[in-house]
């Protein structure tokens, strides 16, 4: 795989540009906020495999072989990314995890920094914010130096 290739599995063509734009500009994206419970985040769900975000049906039944926990998970159709999208079959209608105490990581980390470099963005009504920030490190080195 070349190093653009992987660069795009990992960023996407968009994730990428907003990867170089906070590489240029100094910034660092800062998670603020909470959850709220609300679910949506449950229904629009992208995955990552050996070789980044999945983008074929093939790529999740190879994914499957090795965590079988993902059996939860089905193919909804694809992102305008182009990756597969998927929805969880242990949300209920009232929007509720039927078995949190066994939910998985990328559920308890949600959102998670690599969503924003997958192209991705927040579900609508999520109770968090990612937003693009100059690190409170560089203000700091601005007024040591008296800029
Ligand atoms: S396991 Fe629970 S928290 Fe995780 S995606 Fe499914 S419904 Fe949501
Ligand atoms: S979309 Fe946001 S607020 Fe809603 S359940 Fe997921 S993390 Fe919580």
Not at 16 to 43: F, Q
Not at 105 to 115: A, Q, Y
Request: net charge negative; proline share 3%.
């Amino acid at each position: 795989m070349s190093k653009i290739s992987r660069l795009l599995s990992t960023y996407s063509p968009l994730g990428l540009i907003r990867y170089l734009r906070m590489k240029v500009m100094g910034k660092e994206l800062l998670i603020t906020g909470s959850c709220h419970c609300c679910g949506n985040c449950c229904r629009k769900i992208n995955l990552d495999g050996t070789y980044g975000w999945l983008r074929s049906e093939k790529e999740f039944f190879e994914v499957l072989k090795d965590y079988p926990e993902y059996e939860r998970f089905e193919i909804t159709g694809k992102d305008d990314q182009g990756f597969v999208q998927f929805t969880c079959k242990w949300l209920t209608d009232e929007g509720i995890c039927v078995d949190h105490a066994n939910s998985l990581s990328i559920c308890v980390n949600f959102p998670d920094k690599s969503l924003h470099f997958c192209g991705g963005q927040l579900p609508s009504g999520c109770g968090f914010t990612l937003n693009e920030v100059r690190p409170f490190a560089k203000y700091l080195e601005d007024e040591i130096e008296g800029k």
